[in-house]
T-cell receptor, first 112, second 115 residues
Framework: AQSVTQPDIHITVSEGASLELRCNYS??????LFWYVQSPGQGLQLLLK??????LVQGIKGFEAEFKRSQSSFNLRKPSVHWSDAAEYFC??????????FGTGTRLQVFP | GAVVSQHPSWVICKSGTSVKIECRSL??????MFWYRQFPKQSLMLMAT?????????EQGVEKDKFLINHASLTLSTLTVTSAHPEDSSFYIC???????????FGPGTRLTVL
């Protein structure tokens, strides 16, 4: 079955600290992987995506993610978190332009 | 860049009434659009795939007679929630594949509240 697991429902970090949000997936075909961010009451903004090639992808706002096929993971990282990064983060998998399967999300809280 | 809009951004209606939500691709054509529903503090769940010129494809458990989808043109898909009830209150988000065919572009969402 196709699925995406985000094990951490809620993460709290101090501003300036590093961040890693975990994402594991199960997908039959070659996965296309995405990370989205959603602020309260807002739509989704794409942070980064992975289709092929270099397994370390850079995104917007200083985020990066690493695809590890052997672990079926696509973890999101940021070396130094800003207060404005507080939001809900969703990992998703799909087949390019096909429907996406989303994880349950990780809510990030940032303390000053 | 590819932009997807939704209208209205929020709507409040009485139980038993119908509500129409529009999803438009503003600067590109989309033969396929996707409708998602997001309950508070939950993830997005795909409801249906909207296909221009043909019937929509609904996910398991989604009532097609309740959630009517019409893909009227290459830039417009509508979702009509018929006989809405409080349990239909949710955040409805649409998406469309961009021109380059390498990602989905999401609308800003429509918050539906049924009293």
């Amino acid at each position: 079955a196709q699925s995406v697991t985000q094990p951490d429902i809620h993460i709290t970090v101090s501003e300036g600290a590093s961040l890693e949000l975990r994402c594991n997936y199960s997908y039959g075909a070659t996965p296309y992987l995405f990370w989205y961010v959603q602020s309260p009451g807002q739509g989704l903004q794409l942070l980064l995506k992975y289709f092929s090639g270099d397994t370390l992808v850079q995104g917007i706002k200083g985020f990066e993610a690493e695809f590890k096929r052997s672990q079926s993971s696509f973890n999101l990282r940021k070396p130094s978190v800003h207060w404005s990064d507080a939001a809900e983060y969703f990992c998703a998998v799909g087949a390019r332009t096909d429907k996406l399967i989303f994880g349950t999300g990780t809510r990030l809280q940032v303390f000053p | 860049g590819a932009v997807v809009s939704q209208h209205p951004s929020w709507v409040i209606c009485k139980s038993g009434t119908s509500v129409k939500i529009e999803c438009r691709s503003l600067d590109f054509q989309a033969t396929t659009m996707f409708w998602y529903r997001q309950f508070p503090k939950q993830s997005l769940m795909l409801m249906a795939t909207s296909n221009e010129g043909s019937k929509a494809t609904y996910e398991q458990g989604v009532e097609k007679d309740k959630f009517l989808i019409n893909h009227a043109s290459l830039t417009l898909s509508t979702l009509t929630v018929t006989s809405a009830h409080p349990e239909d209150s949710s955040f409805y988000i649409c998406s469309a594949p961009g021109r380059a065919g390498n990602e989905q572009f999401f609308g800003p969402g429509t918050r539906l509240t049924v009293l």
